[in-house]
């Protein structure tokens, strides 16, 4: 008898791939990372992927105090 697979919620991540993972290994939800969502905070902008990984991380340049950003999630 073979126990069905039980999968992390938690994304597990390389440079180029994100997936759910089970205790012994097999892989769910395998895809291309997709940096698809706008986040900023006080001090940077970037892009992320569903599964957290960062991109293209930049440091806010602004001659006035920076307003904050709308974030729109696809």
């Known amino acids: 008898d073979e126990k069905p ?4 919620e938690d994304w597990k991540t390389d440079d180029a ?3 759910h993972e089970c205790e012994c290994g ?13 986040c900023s905070d006080d ?12 991109a293209d991380v930049k440091t ?3 001659r006035a105090p920076c307003r ?7």
Request: aromatic share 10%.
């Open 17 to 19: 791939n994100h997936w």
């Open 68 to 74: 904050p950003r709308v974030v729109l999630q696809v």
């Open 43 to 54: 001090a940077n902008h970037w892009l992320e992927c569903e599964c957290g990984k960062k």
């Open 26 to 38: 097999a892989k769910a939800d395998e895809a291309p990372h997709s940096f698809d969502i706008e």
């Open 60 to 62: 806010h340049i602004c």
């Open 5 to 8: 697979h039980d999968y992390s």
